[in-house]
């Protein structure tokens, strides 16, 4: 089985930045696509971005849209998720994961990520909390 594991968050004013990593094997990284999901209290877990091991294309919600960003490091073999102009509504724990499944992504691929999730996963990471408050 596939493993992830994020690092990062924190708490953050309204207008911050935060960097979030998710550090997985570079066979891991070469071969399966990488997504970043999030659950607020009382919602439903979402996903918010993806970045394709075939190509490197990106994929976002559309309320993170110009605000987040995806990029590899391959020293590190992380998938770092570059977080700016945070709002409170960015609040909830953020979990990276991988090893997607299902027709719908057979389908789609990474661009069906971000938004409910209508597909299975078969590993997570434990999870990170991004707080913004002020």
């Given at each position: 089985?596939?493993?992830?594991?994020?690092?990062?968050?924190?708490t953050v004013q309204p207008g911050g930045s935060?960097?979030?990593?998710?550090?997985?094997?570079?066979?891991?990284?070469?071969?399966?696509?990488?997504?970043?999901?999030?659950?607020?209290?009382?919602?439903?877990?979402?996903?918010?971005?993806?970045?394709?091991?075939?190509?490197?294309?990106?994929?976002?919600?559309?309320?993170?849209?110009?605000?987040?960003?995806?990029?590899?490091?391959?020293?590190?073999?992380?998938?770092?998720?570059?977080?700016?102009?945070?709002?409170?509504?960015?609040?909830?724990?953020?979990?990276?994961?991988?090893?997607?499944?299902?027709?719908?992504?057979?389908?789609?691929?990474?661009?069906?990520?971000?938004?409910?999730?209508?597909?299975?996963?078969?590993?997570?990471?434990?999870?990170?909390?991004?707080?913004?408050s002020s």
């Amino acid at each position: 089985q596939v493993q992830v594991a994020e690092s990062g968050g924190g708490t953050v004013q309204p207008g911050g930045s935060l960097r979030l990593s998710c550090a997985a094997s570079r066979s891991t990284l070469d071969y399966y696509s990488i997504g970043w999901f999030r659950q607020a209290p009382g919602k439903e877990r979402e996903g918010v971005a993806c970045i394709s091991a075939a190509d490197g294309s990106t994929y976002f919600l559309d309320s993170v849209k110009g605000r987040f960003t995806l990029s590899r490091d391959n020293a590190e073999n992380t998938i770092n998720l570059q977080m700016d102009n945070l709002k409170p509504e960015d609040t909830a724990v953020y979990y990276c994961a991988t090893d997607f499944y299902g027709p719908r992504f057979v389908d789609g691929g990474c661009r069906v990520i971000p938004g409910p999730l209508k597909y299975g996963v078969r590993s997570w990471g434990q999870g990170t909390q991004v707080t913004v408050s002020s």
